[in-house]
Structure formats: C-alpha cells, structure tokens
C-alpha cells in the first residue's frame, strides 16, 4: 500500500472508529457550469464495523501540506461523487474568521434566505442573505 492511501486509510479509520478495507480508487471530477471545480481520486473503504458500511477518503493539498477529508457513506453521500459534494458544501459554509479574534465559524442555522453562523468562542452570529451574499453581525 502507498503512503498517501495509507494515510487516507488512518484518518477513515479514526472517523469511523474502527478498522476498514481498501475497495477500490475511484477518479471523481466534479464541474460546475462547466467549469471543474475538484478533481481527484476518492479512496473507497469498507468499514468492518458498520454503520456506516461505507466510508470515502481523500487528500487535498493545502498551504499546511496535505489534509485528509474523510466523508461516512450514509445519506447523501452515497457515492463518492456525492461524497464530494457533501464537503464542497461544508467547506463553502465554514469560510470567513470571525472579525473578533479570528476565531472559527460554524454553521448554526438557516431559514429561507439566510443561512446563520455563530462563533465558536465569542458567540457572534453572522447572518448571510443568500441572494445578495450580504453579511450583517448580530
Ligand atoms: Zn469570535
């Protein structure tokens, strides 16, 4: 086995809590509009202690080195293109520092039109008007 898969393989193991088996590599591209917005390869597990029975993981380089991602293979990641999709959408929401201390977001809540984060230390919420992509601080 190679070191990356290797790595991905640890990191699935720890999401998941318990040993998996390599399934198979799996070429994902995922496009928007035509335009590619990921590309890579999805690493497929078997997890031996089920839920979930299926777990995807994969590498993404970053300024920090490689990052390992490691999605469940529960609903709606049911492939791993769906997987990927699954933390595009997470990585989207958990964007912006906290203007406080540059602490983290985290998605916090939505209602039509708006979607609320609230930071993890001071508690600040950020509101995101999702047709302008406005944000006010409450
Ligand atoms: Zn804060």
Sequence with gaps: MNKLLEMIQRTVEATVEGPVTHRESVPVV???RGQTI???IVEVFDVATP???VAYGWAVESD???Q???VKGEPPAASPLAAVRVWLVSE???D???PQ???EFAFFDSFPGFEIFECSKCKLRKFVDLKTGKETFE
């Design 30 to 32: 995922e496009t928007f």
């Design 38 to 40: 990921w590309e890579g």
């Design 51 to 53: 839920p979930p029975a």
């Design 64 to 66: 920090k080195g490689p």
């Design 68 to 70: 390992y991602v490691t």
């Design 92 to 94: 989207a929401r958990k």
């Design 96 to 98: 912006k520092k906290c």
């Design 101 to 103: 201390g540059g602490h």
